[in-house]
């Protein structure tokens, strides 16, 4: 089975290269997993349906699939405590 290209927005390369080398690597592993396999993560719902979340350990990483072109899109990386409402800020930052 072919590996899933990533793609990371602007916003979830800042977010990874200011975390700590050990969480970092745990990032980096999580994502070859999901390039394995993208439906591992969970549908999240209400104002953020549409976006899939992978929890490795504490962190979460949240992403879209493109089946047709074999992408993942990574929109951005964050601790469990604030991440979904880090998120929903910048994305009505983004649509205003």
Do not use: W
């Amino acid at each position: 089975m072919k590996k899933y290209l990533i793609r990371f927005t602007p916003e979830a390369s800042r977010l990874i290269s200011q975390l700590h080398p050990d969480n970092k690597r745990l990032i980096k592993n999580a994502i070859e997993l999901l390039q394995q396999n993208p439906q591992c993560g969970d549908d999240l719902q209400e104002e953020l349906e549409g976006f899939k979340s992978f929890k490795p350990k504490r962190y979460r990483i949240l992403y879209t699939i493109d089946d047709q072109k074999k992408t993942i899109q990574i929109y951005y990386v964050g601790h469990r405590k604030d991440v979904y409402h880090q998120f929903r800020l910048l994305l009505d930052k983004l649509n205003k």
